[in-house]
């Protein structure tokens, strides 16, 4: 089965930065993926890690660790409209979904 | 390109009655289809696969009975929910990937159910 822990809310402020922390247990992986959940709304993809490292997508970046089961989003240059719910998933061809990230940008 | 959508984007039902979603891939042909549910403040939580011409993969714990899942042709796919109860009523999101092998899925903009 599949564990998959991330913090429930994040606030932060307008021009900072914020990282948001996903560990995973999995019997199995292929890949982890970042998405960005407005509310109401559904999902929309972000990143995807397969190997170790950091990739780097403009203002997001995303890093990850098999050995250590750990990976990060990070969110430069923080705007108001990143306020929205932030979801850590493994897998391949299915998606295995943590609660998602709560992230609050304040001018 | 790789837009799905989904309709209704909201439906009101009575306890009992049934409801179909539709997911469409607008521009690309999609073989498997994944329906998901995701309940206020929780995640998104696999309901099924949906193959093409073929019977729906389900989750443990999902019954199929009660969802059932039609994927008729490479750009439709339908989720009913048969004698909904107001439990059912959750935010219903289908997504599809553009290519077998791709790791990206596309998500539809959901439905939401509430049931009455």
């Known amino acids: 089965g599949q564990n998959i822990d991330q913090p429930t809310e994040m606030t932060a402020t307008e021009g900072a930065i914020v990282q948001i922390n996903c560990t995973y247990q999995?019997?199995?992986?292929?890949?982890l993926f970042w998405y960005q959940q407005h509310a109401g709304e559904a999902p929309t993809f972000l990143s995807y890690?397969?190997?170790?490292g950091l990739e780097e997508k403009g203002r997001f970046s995303s890093f990850l660790s098999r050995s250590k089961g750990y990976s990060y989003l990070l969110l430069k240059e923080l705007q108001m409209k990143d306020s929205a719910s932030y979801l850590c998933?493994?897998?391949?061809?299915?998606?295995?979904f943590g609660a998602g990230t709560t992230v609050t940008v304040r001018a | 390109g790789a837009v799905v959508s989904q309709h209704p984007s909201w439906v009101i039902c009575k306890s009992g009655t049934s409801v179909k979603i539709e997911c469409r891939s607008l521009?690309?042909?999609?073989?498997?289809m994944f329906w998901y549910r995701q309940f206020p403040k929780q995640s998104l939580m696999l309901m099924a696969t949906?193959?093409?011409?073929?019977?729906?993969?389900?989750e443990q714990g999902v019954e199929k009975d009660k969802f059932l899942i039609n994927h008729a042709s490479l750009t439709l796919s339908t989720l009913t929910v048969t004698s909904a109860h107001p439990e059912d009523s959750s935010f219903y999101i289908c997504?599809?990937?553009?290519?077998?092998?791709?790791?990206?899925?596309?998500f539809g903009p959901g439905t939401r159910l509430t049931v009455t």
């Open positions: 997504s599809a990937r553009l290519r077998t092998g791709d790791y990206e899925q596309y």
């Open positions: 999995t019997s199995g992986f292929n890949g």
């Open positions: 890690n397969v190997l170790d």
């Open positions: 998933a493994v897998g391949d061809y299915k998606l295995s």
């Open positions: 521009d690309f042909q999609a073989t498997t």
């Open positions: 949906s193959n093409e011409g073929s019977k729906a993969t389900y």
